[in-house]
């Protein structure tokens, strides 16, 4: 089965760049979605399709995808950033989600 | 704007069936344009993808989940069910409810969600 691999935390300091990984075999050639979570909340989606930005989502959020990585970027990092991060691509009809990443805002 | 809400029983004893339904509002569950999904997560652990139903009524689910999977809609209802078969205290997670468009050949972004509903495994 397909697996996506992510950090387990990733720092930032206030106002800088955040950069979260998620590896898989050729992932390039798949949709990734990144969602984030914050504690007690359900997951929201703040890339599609690589990097796509829904309606509400600020412009400092940006995501890419190639070979084996993708990644999202998160600019000018703010304190209300501090969450769960997780991707998730479809393989087959059948979805995956990476373990997920701690964004810690110092 | 569409919206989900999880109902059923926060305790089941093991070996038994989960049993779990979610409510569909402003949108009609039989819309062609979406798909019906639900995803777990243990306390403290990462998302977990159960499984999903489409509007032709196919469904597909993880396969670590070993067939133990059923999920369903009930057109009557404006809902979608999910039971699990065979329970045990690793199945004890908050269950979440989601959707999203279909579009392009491939489900799209989990764009909506419920508020999530723990359910505990235990005698």
């Known amino acids: 089965s397909y697996e996506l691999t992510q950090s387990l935390s990733v720092s930032v300091a206030l106002g800088q760049t955040a950069r979260i990984t998620c590896g898989g075999n050729?992932?390039?050639?798949?949709?990734v979605y990144w969602y984030q979570q914050q504690p007690g909340q359900a997951p929201v989606v703040v890339i599609y399709r690589d990097s796509n930005r829904p309606p509400g989502i600020p412009e400092r959020f940006s995501g890419s995808n190639s070979g084996n990585t993708a990644t999202l970027t998160i600019s000018r990092a703010q304190a209300g950033d501090e969450a769960d991060y997780y991707c998730q691509v479809w393989d087959s009809n059948t979805g995956v989600f990476g373990g997920g990443t701690k964004l810690t805002v110092l | 704007q569409l919206q989900l809400q999880e109902s059923g029983p926060g305790l089941v004893k093991p070996s038994e069936t989960l049993s779990l339904a979610c409510t569909v509002s402003?949108?009609?569950?039989?819309?062609?344009?979406?798909?019906w999904g639900w995803i777990r997560q243990p306390p403290g652990k990462g998302l977990e993808w159960i499984g999903n139903?489409?509007?032709?009524?196919?469904?597909y689910d993880n396969p670590s989940l070993n067939s133990r999977v059923t999920i369903s809609v009930d057109m009557s209802k404006n809902h979608f069910s999910l039971k699990l078969s065979s329970v045990t205290a690793a199945d004890t997670a908050v269950y979440y409810c989601?959707?999203?468009?279909?579009?392009?050949?491939?489900?799209?972004?989990?764009?909506?969600w419920g508020q999530g509903m723990l359910v505990t495994v235990s005698s």
């Open positions: 050729n992932i390039g050639s798949k949709n």
């Open positions: 139903i489409y509007y032709s009524g196919s469904t």
């Open positions: 402003a949108v009609s569950i039989r819309a062609s344009s979406y798909y």
């Open positions: 989601a959707s999203g468009r279909y579009g392009y050949g491939s489900p799209g972004a989990l764009d909506y």
